[in-house]
């Protein structure tokens, strides 16, 4: 190991950049997170730096470096396009044993800027020696994914408790077995979910040892988005990474599935039109009978869990049984959809307004607000219409909206099975039969139509238009 990974406490203290380009101000910018005093020496500086200057956030000295400059640092970044002029001030730097860095140039550093997951208190940093700052940056990308955001949070909450902790468990084992505990238990799941108090509640009570002991364990509502894995969140990677058990249907890409914790038991409550393989009602029940043995349960959820996904339905049964349980939202099938077949659902010059409604039919009837979908410059988004596609073009045509307006239907969209069929509304019925569409499907009927051939930008391996 030929560099040292230390922490730097800067708060108030003062460190020079001397350079005033767009690489100054990269650094400048981890600095003033550090909340060090900045003193920036170079005869010019970007627009960036200058808006700082402005702000007095930083101190700029318009002049070329001298070696006076460095009286009073505890720390030296030179940023320079001249390799003498950062030659000379990390000489001059060392000589007076201050902490200095040359920007691209490892061998005359005597310190190098990591990259760094700030998850303050918590701090990670990534250092390759200078040898590779992409890769350094590529891997904090990475691990940026599987540390919540919040994690800071806990690592305060952590801190304000730890004398009551120390005075509850003397024994540094029985203290350790305790915080680890809490660290893969429901105050950490409560802190990530953003709340606070409830998690604070919690530790305060298991401190005090007077938390009743549950064996119930959690459900996690978590929106799968339309398709494509890469469009998840950061949390529902998290959380499908934890559970102990997967509830899924047939909206959820398989992809997405496997993404799920491998020990993870799953189970199949598909359901398709008139045919559900679990009735709703029985996976409400479903959710609550593995919670109380103490699973944490994962519904995933194609799309958004609370667009006409019965994600509401569910958690009003887990919340009248006491149940724990989070949602986490998803990307919409609709702006998935939308996206990816280059469809804008509002426009300036096409669509101020768009509305989402669902086409399911109940006796063979549709029943929705014909008038309300029938607007000037609206985008109109129809999710589970490709069967009752006739009764939809017919009643929109009926109230009043042009056989000839611009519409389509994205199959499997954000898949690399995307197909996209561009048509009017007339005409829109004939598709289905003629290109053997199936579901899932989401019809887009508006203007905006228009600018498919424009914005198309995915082209999927599999797909076909």
């Known amino acids: 190991m030929s560099w040292l990974p230390i922490v730097l406490r800067l708060q108030d203290r003062s460190a020079l950049v001397v350079g005033g380009g767009l690489v100054a101000a990269r650094k400048i910018r981890q600095l003033l997170r550090a909340v060090a005093k900045v003193t920036i020496v170079a005869p010019e500086i970007c627009n960036e730096l200058a808006a700082l200057r402005d702000q007095r956030l930083i101190n700029h000295h318009a002049e070329s470096f001298t070696e006076k400059n460095l009286d009073n640092m505890v720390l030296v970044i030179a940023a320079t396009d001249d390799e003498t002029i950062n030659r000379k001030i990390s000489k001059q730097a060392q000589s007076r044993n201050i902490p200095v860095n040359v920007v691209d140039n490892p061998a005359l550093c005597t310190f190098i800027m990591p990259s760094i997951i700030d998850r303050s208190p918590v701090q990670i940093a990534i250092s390759t020696g200078g040898a590779s700052p992409v890769l350094a940056r590529l891997l904090r990308a990475r691990l940026e994914t599987m540390i919540p955001a919040s994690f800071g949070h806990l690592a305060d909450l952590m801190r304000k408790s730890r004398e009551a902790v120390k005075k509850r468990f003397p024994e540094m084992t029985a203290r350790r077995r305790f915080w680890e505990h809490i660290l ?22 298991k401190i005090q040892g007077t938390d009743s002991v549950s064996n119930t364990g959690e459900v996690y509502l978590v929106g799968g988005g339309p398709g494509d894995p890469d469009l998840l969140t950061f949390r529902a990677l998290r959380l499908m990474q934890q559970a102990d058990v997967v509830l899924y249907d047939r909206l959820v890409a398989p992809q997405v599935v496997d993404l799920v914790r491998r020990e993870a038991e799953r189970i199949y409550v598909g359901k398709e039109r008139d045919q559900h393989a679990v009735p709703q009602s029985e996976i409400n029940q479903l959710l609550v009978k593995l919670a109380k043995e103490g699973k944490r349960v994962l519904r995933l959820k194609g799309g958004d869990p609370f667009i006409f996904g019965r994600g509401g339905e569910e958690i009003e049964t887990l919340s009248s049984e006491s149940i724990p349980f989070q949602v986490v939202p998803g990307i919409t099938a609709a702006g998935g959809c939308a996206s990816y077949a280059g469809i804008p659902l509002t426009h300036r010059d096409y669509a101020q307004s768009c509305i989402f409604v669902t086409g399911h039919l109940k006796d063979d009837r549709m029943d929705l607000n014909w008038e309300a979908l029938v607007q000037p410059k609206q985008t109109v988004v129809v ?15 009926k109230r009043g909206m042009s056989a000839d307006m611009p519409a389509a239907i994205v199959q499997q969209g954000t898949t690399q099975q995307q197909r996209v069929f561009i048509s009017t509304l007339g005409k829109l019925p004939e598709l289905p039969g003629k290109h053997d569409i199936k579901p899932p499907s989401m019809i887009i009927i508006g203007e905006v139509v228009k600018l498919h051939e424009k914005l198309a930008w995915f082209e999927p391996a599999g797909g076909d238009n």
Do not use: F, R, S, W
């Open 383 to 397: 999710y589970m219409g490709t069967h009752g596609l006739e009764l939809l073009c017919n009643g929109l045509i």
């Open 184 to 205: 893969q238990g429901p105050v950490a799941e409560m802190l990530y979910a953003g709340q606070d108090q409830a998690a604070l509640k919690t530790l305060e009570a």
